[in-house]
């Protein structure tokens, strides 16, 4: 067990809060390696769970992932995306949303 609890990136609170204020679902991931967030949304008719790492806007950490950030990318077979903002996280789920989509019309 870890010494200490991982360090959240100071602005998931706000996307978190952002996330939910416009319905979505969302709970915070503790593990090592994995990304911070699951966010599901059935906002398009179609049920999406998106993954999000959450990073701190600027500086060295921006998009930066840790070995074991990198090792779960490497071997997940899902969607998985990097954040800073909220209008990131936004973004992320109607790009998916709109891939989902076509390929289910493909």
């Known amino acids: 067990m870890p010494r200490y609890a991982a360090k959240r990136d100071g602005v998931e ?3 978190i809060e952002g996330l939910r204020a416009v319905g979505f679902s969302v709970v915070q991931i ?12 059935d906002k398009l008719g179609i049920p999406l769970n998106i993954l999000f790492e959450v990073k701190k806007p600027g500086g060295k950490r921006e998009k930066k992932l840790t070995e074991a950030q990198k090792d779960f990318a490497a071997n997940w077979l899902g969607q998985t995306s990097i954040i800073t903002s909220l209008e990131e996280a936004l973004a992320s789920i109607e790009y998916y949303a709109m ?3 076509a390929v289910g019309d493909a």
């Not at 503790?30 to 599901?40: I, M, N, Q, R």
């Open 30 to 41: 503790d593990g090592t390696g994995t990304p911070d967030l699951l966010v599901g949304s």
């Open 99 to 101: 891939v989902v989509l």
């Open 13 to 15: 609170k706000q996307i």
